[in-house]
């Protein structure tokens, strides 16, 4: 019985093809028993591909449910536009109907990156579910943040673009796959530790008016994790 790993997808600008390759090539190595997955944490696009995924959404689901509408159309204009261009009320809504309502009631563990209301990185661990990931996708200037119980949160990619670090701190050293989208924006993403295989991807390319080709993106990145979980194993 293979030991258990933890998954951290990152930040990365609509970067839901990526996240849905990565998570592909995933779970054909737990259905051939040479992995297996306990805990995920995601951050910004991270957090939307992996609470589908916690929720017990097969990858090829979530590209299809993710790439079936321009993101154009789930943003409205901010009644507050000095705290950000657009709200987030149709994605919450969206989110709502897609997945349970709070963190601790995914069937595993589930970490969403933030940034808080005091400007701090953080990962959320329990709490409402839709409104965190939203949060956690709500960039800067250009999305209003998000109001959570604690106060208003945003992307976390703004700070830390992994929020490795903080999940580790939850969730102790466990086994870790890391999959890093090439940065477009936001921090630099501090060097890894040692015990972490790290699975990289190239930047979406997509844009608010269309996901370009998501299921293309979605087999190259298969291909890439495919690749390193196959080395591992090997």
Known sequence: M???????????????GRHCGFLDAVED?????????DGICGTSSGAMVGALWAAGWPA???????????????????????RGLF???????????????RIE??????????????????VLTSGPLAEAVAASCAMPMVFTPVTLPQGPHHDGGAVDRLGLSTWRAVRGPVPTL???VRRSAGPQSAPLPDDVRVVHSERSG?????LGDLYGQAEQTRDATAQILGAADG
């Open 178 to 180: 890391v999959h890093l």
């Open 60 to 82: 090829r689901r979530i590209a299809d449910e993710l790439g079936n509408t321009p993101p154009l159309r789930w943003m409205t204009l901010s009644r507050t536009p000095w």
């Open 206 to 210: 997509a844009t608010f008016f269309s």
């Open 105 to 122: 009631d995914l069937p595993r563990p589930f970490g969403v990156g933030v940034v808080d209301p005091t400007g701090a990185a953080s």
């Open 2 to 16: 293979p030991e258990p790993h933890d998954l951290v997808l990152s930040s990365g600008f609509l970067a839901f």
């Open 29 to 37: 190595a737990v259905a051939a028993g040479d992995l297996a997955v």
């Open 87 to 101: 709200g987030m009320e149709r994605v919450v809504a969206h989110l709502a109907r897609l997945l349970p309502g």
